[in-house]
T-cell receptor, first 113, second 112 residues
Framework: AQSVTQPDIHITVSEGASLELRCNYS??????LFWYVQSPGQGLQLLLK??????LVQGIKGFEAEFKRSQSSFNLRKPSVHWSDAAEYFC???????????FGKGTKLSVKP | DGGITQSPKYLFRKEGQNVTLSCEQN?????MYWYRQDPGQGLRLIYY???????QKGDIAEGYSVSREKKESFPLTVTSAQKNPTAFYLC???????????FGPGTRLLVL
């Protein structure tokens, strides 16, 4: 069965520092992969998605993610974090037959001034 | 203005009461989904609908019911059988299997 693991529950970084959020997946075939961001009390916003092709995917707000099949990973990165990036981040894969997404439990990002 | 609307933003339920959460979309998407979010749990699928007049149970459907009479609307009823309804409820839409999903702003349900 498909699954997603986000090993880090909470990460704190200083403003201006680089960021990497980890995501590992279990999927039977070449997966579609998604990263979403959620501000407190809000819905989820799509940051980026990987369907096929180039393994380095660019998204909104300066984020990027790299698909590594050998490591079953799809880590999210940003070179320089801004205070407004403080939020919760979710990695997701499609379930397959139901059409819904299977989400990791999320990583909460805090940004120190 | 295209998008997904959910109402109300906050909803209070009394013991033994059924309450209905609204989800409306004008994105012309065929598929609609209801997720429940609890702190530290990620999102879990309650119900989904791939087409009008058809819907399927998700992973945690007990105590919930839905209808899909119009393409634009997918209301969720939290029944009195749902003993722990306090959560954040998110509606999403999509174009089909493995496609991007788009989320509404959510409804927070609290129990009085």
């Amino acid at each position: 069965a498909q699954s997603v693991t986000q090993p880090d529950i909470h990460i704190t970084v200083s403003e201006g520092a680089s960021l990497e959020l980890r995501c590992n997946y279990s999927y039977g075939a070449t997966p579609y992969l998604f990263w979403y961001v959620q501000s407190p009390g809000q819905g989820l916003q799509l940051l980026l998605k990987y369907f096929s092709g180039d393994t380095l995917v660019q998204g909104i707000k300066g984020f990027e993610a790299e698909f590594k099949r050998s490591q079953s990973s799809f880590n999210l990165r940003k070179p320089s974090v801004h205070w407004s990036d403080a939020a919760e981040y979710f990695c997701a894969v499609p379930s397959g037959s139901q059409g819904n997404l299977i989400f990791g439990k999320g990583t909460k990002l805090s940004v120190k001034p | 203005d295209g998008g997904i609307t959910q109402s109300p933003k906050y909803l209070f339920r009394k013991e033994g009461q059924n309450v209905t959460l609204s989800c409306e979309q004008n994105l012309n998407h065929d598929a609609m989904y209801w997720y429940r979010q609890d702190p530290g749990q990620g999102l879990r699928l309650i119900y989904y609908s791939q087409i009008v007049n058809d819907f399927q149970k998700g992973d945690i459907a007990e105590g919930y019911s839905v209808s899909r009479e119009k393409k634009e609307s997918f209301p969720l009823t939290v029944t009195s059988a749902q003993k722990n309804p306090t959560a954040f409820y998110l509606c999403a839409t999509g174009q089909g299997l493995q496609e991007t999903q788009y989320f509404g702003p959510g409804t927070r349900l609290l129990v009085l």
